[in-house]
């Protein structure tokens, strides 16, 4: 079991920056693939990228590829979305997930970014 705290989120203006944090609990953190999604309202919940348990492989969804940056600290059992160059587009509720094997099986309870123009 994990348990998963998302952190961060805010107000802030086109342009600029913003970090996440994902707190996770457990012994075994470096053992999951970790991720981010965003749902924005009247959207359906979207992937923004990932970072494996191992390699610290990434991937990031297009919308945000060159902008986001995911990192983590497994030492800190936590991971990291760093926003630079914020659009109002990214508004949204952003959820950090864990997987081990097939499909994201924990999951944080959201925190709310808003992108004002």
């Known amino acids: 079991q994990v348990q998963l705290v998302e952190s961060g989120g805010g107000l802030v203006q086109a342009g600029g920056s913003l970090r996440l944090s994902c707190a996770t609990s457990?012994?075994?953190?470096?053992?999951?693939?970790m991720g981010w999604f965003r749902q924005a309202p009247g959207n359906e919940r979207e992937l923004v990228g990932t970072i494996s348990r191992s390699t610290g492989s990434t991937y990031y969804a297009d919308s945000v590829k060159g902008r986001f940056t995911i990192s983590r600290d497994n030492a800190e059992n936590t991971v990291y979305l760093q926003m630079n160059d914020v659009k109002p587009e990214d508004t949204a509720v952003y959820y950090c997930?864990?997987?081990?094997?097939?499909?994201?099986?924990?999951w944080g309870q959201g925190t709310q970014v808003t992108v004002s123009s």
């Open positions: 997930a864990a997987r081990q094997s097939a499909g994201w099986g924990y």
């Open positions: 457990g012994r075994t953190f470096s053992s999951y693939g």
